[in-house]
Nanobody
Framework: QVQLVESGGGLVQPGGSLKLSCVVS????????LGWFRQTPGKQREWVAS???????IHADSVKGRFTISRDNAKNTVYLQMNSLKPEDTAVYYC??????????????WGQGTQVTVSS
């Protein structure tokens, strides 16, 4: 069974940084497009960033210049480096693999996510 295990969340002050990790237990990891999403209570899950199988990246306007997605195929892991965090970044963050035709659409089952709280 395919698993997505997110980690690295926590409580951080505004302006701080966190690096999220997501280990994907799936064969041929390097051939998949991967992304990060986030969700706050009462709101729909929001796309944050994506990375293609060959390393092309895109980021939502709300995080552009502050967040960076990357991947390590040898470790079956996708990362999200988050800098200059704001209170509005507070959410549960999830990773998932993506549609081959739309880098903003998740196609797998969701994991447990990791909570990020930005507060002073």
């Amino acid at each position: 069974q395919v698993q997505l295990v997110e980690s690295g969340g926590g409580l951080v002050q505004p302006g701080g940084s966190l690096k999220l990790s997501c280990v994907v237990s799936r064969r041929a990891f390097s051939t998949y497009n991967l992304g990060w999403f986030r969700q706050t209570p009462g709101k729909q899950r929001e796309w944050v960033a994506s990375i293609s199988d060959y390393g092309y990246t895109i980021h939502a306007d709300s995080v552009k210049g502050r967040f960076t997605i990357s991947r390590d195929n040898a470790k079956n892991t996708v990362y999200l480096q988050m800098n200059s965090l704001k209170p509005e970044d507070t959410a549960v963050y999830y990773c998932n693999w993506l549609s081959s035709s739309n880098l903003r659409v998740a196609v797998g089952d969701w994991g447990q996510g990791t909570q990020v709280t930005v507060s002073s």
